[in-house]
C-alpha cells in the first residue's frame, strides 16, 4: 500500500508565500514522476506543475515565475514552493506520484488527499 500525505497548506495574504510537501510512502521500489495539481471551487482539477525523478521540470503558465517545485529522492518527497500568492491561487492541492512497486512492472499512479491554500486579498 502506498500513501501520499501532503503537508504546509494554510491561510496566506495576498502577496505571501507557502511550502507544500508531498511525503511518498509504503510499499515502494522507485517513484517516477511527481506532480502537483489544484481545483478551485467549482473547477476542474488543473496541472500546476512536475519533475521527473532525473530533474525535469514542467511548469503551468499560470504560476510560472511564481512557483517552484523540487524534489528529494531519497526521501520520496517532493515540494511545491509558492511566492507572490495571488487570491486566485486559492483552491485546495493535490499531490500525484508515479510509483513502480516491483521491479520491471508499469507504475501506478497515486494521488494525496489534498491540502486547502487559501490567500485573502
Known amino acids: 500500500q502506498v500513501q501520499l500525505v501532503e503537508s504546509g497548506g494554510g491561510l496566506v495574504q495576498a502577496g505571501g508565500s507557502l511550502r507544500l510537501s508531498c511525503a511518498a510512502s509504503?510499499?515502494?521500489?522507485?517513484?517516477?514522476?511527481m506532480s502537483w495539481y489544484r481545483q478551485a471551487p467549482g473547477k476542474q482539477r488543473e496541472f500546476v506543475a512536475d519533475?521527473?525523478?532525473?530533474?525535469?521540470?514542467n511548469i503551468s503558465a499560470s504560476v510560472r515565475g511564481r512557483f517552484t517545485i523540487s524534489r528529494d529522492n531519497a526521501k520520496n518527497t517532493v515540494y511545491l514552493q509558492m511566492s507572490s500568492l495571488k487570491s486566485e491561487d486559492t483552491a485546495v492541492y493535490y499531490c500525484?506520484?508515479?510509483?513502480?512497486?516491483?521491479?520491471?512492472?508499469?507504475?501506478?499512479?497515486?494521488w494525496g488527499q489534498g491540502t486547502q491554500v487559501t490567500v485573502s486579498s
Open positions: 500525484r506520484a508515479n510509483v513502480v512497486l516491483v521491479p520491471e512492472n508499469d507504475a501506478t499512479i497515486y
Open positions: 509504503g510499499s515502494i521500489f522507485t517513484v517516477g514522476s
Open positions: 519533475i521527473s525523478s532525473g530533474g525535469r521540470i
